[in-house]
């Protein structure tokens, strides 16, 4: 097969990981890609007066999958407050990308803030598409009060719940107890909109009876991931809810430096660290390109060539075991950018 890939370099650190990703997929493939760049971001922003042009935005479309560095930088902000450089609005809505699926796994020769020694190894799947951020754009206030609304629609919950259960369904290894698991995180203890995302959860989780459905608060569910990270399998919750624990659970495994993401929809998708463009070390060779190499891994993954994608993460555990790849306790690489690719690249050997 051969596949058509677009990618976007994004902002601050983000030319320098996309092009480590890029060298790592090169030297992993052995299959044809044809890379196709995509401008997007605050840098894209302030040359063309849009983050992402619908030209982009189609070739996006037409593209097998997208491989998305960070974007955004604070000082390029919209009338309203926000930043312009954001892509959430355009991909993730605009695509209907509705599942945001953030593996949270502890790599071998990492230390974690825990005392744990290994076995993190969780993913939460955040909904993409609607929950507050649906309220992207449409803030509505004036100097006194402002408002933003959650949204929870029953085929929004429906289709990402029941994406949560088939991931849980098809995923290796189990939890620390080896109960395979679907927990939903919410706030139905004093939201309507959560109890209701709650309801929908556990009328589809009646459709999977070999499979554990459990309930917890968000805040519970922060002391949780803290406290008995190992219980996890994978996690379903709203949008806002996703982001803040996506960042809590990086925190557990050496910092989001290490974490990838993927933007899924039913025919599109989109790749990308969780973390942002860290404009203050960018053009240093001091960045982790870590988390877009294993965002890479999980596109190609995505494109059906999952020997490649084991290949990819193989690599870079095999990289950090052997010591070849060390990491500051801040997450950034301490031999630089260009180093833990070649490192990341000889370990495919
Ligand atoms: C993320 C980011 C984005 C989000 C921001 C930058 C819009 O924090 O992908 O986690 O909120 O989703
Ligand atoms: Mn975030």
Redesign the pocket.
């Known amino acids: 097969m051969s596949y058509r890939v677009a990618f976007i370099r994004g902002d601050g650190i983000g030319p320098e990981l996309v092009e480590s990703a890029l060298a790592v997929l090169d030297a992993a493939v052995d299959f044809p890609v044809e890379l196709i760049e995509v401008q997007g971001g605050a840098g894209a922003y302030l040359e063309q007066g849009t983050a992402m042009s619908a030209a982009g935005l189609e070739v996006i479309r037409q593209a097998d999958a997208t491989l998305k560095g960070?974007?955004?930088l604070p000082d390029v902000r919209l009338p309203d407050g926000t930043?312009a450089g954001?892509?959430?609005g355009v991909l993730?809505n605009g695509l209907d990308l509705y599942a945001?699926v953030?593996p949270i796994t502890l790599l071998p020769g990492v230390r974690s803030a825990l005392r744990v020694e290994g076995g993190i190894d969780y993913v939460i799947v955040?909904e993409?598409t609607e929950g507050l951020?649906a309220s992207?754009g449409k803030g509505v206030g004036n100097s006194q009060a402002v408002a933003d609304t959650l949204l929870v629609t029953r085929a929004g919950c429906e289709r990402i719940v029941r994406y949560a259960f088939e991931l849980a369904a098809k995923r290796q290894g189990a939890p620390e107890d080896g109960v395979r698991r679907v927990t939903c995180v919410d706030k139905a203890n004093v939201l309507r909109s959560m109890y209701f995302f709650r309801s929908v959860f556990l009328e589809v989780a009646a459709e999977y009876p070999d499979i554990e459905a459990e309930c917890i608060y968000v805040d519970a569910a922060a002391q949780a991931l803290v406290m008995s990270p190992l219980h996890f399998d994978v996690i379903v919750t709203e949008?806002?809810f996703?982001?803040i624990l996506?960042?809590l659970g990086g925190g557990t495994v050496g910092g989001v430096a290490l974490c990838p993401?993927g933007n899924i929809g039913t025919s599109q998708a989109y790749f990308?660290p969780?973390?942002?463009s860290a404009p203050s070390i960018a053009g240093q060779d001091k960045a982790n390109p870590l988390s877009q190499i294993l965002a890479t891994a999980m596109m190609v993954d995505y494109l059906g060539e999952q020997p490649t994608g084991d290949r990819i993460r193989g690599a870079v555990r095999q990289a950090l075991r052997s010591g070849s790849v060390q990491l500051n306790s801040d997450g950034t690489a301490t031999s630089g950018t260009k180093s833990v690719t070649t490192a990341v690249i000889g370990a495919l050997a």
């Open positions: 960070p974007v955004g930043e954001l892509l959430g993730r945001n953030r955040r993409n951020y992207r949008s806002m996703g982001d996506s960042d993401g990308e969780i973390h942002g």
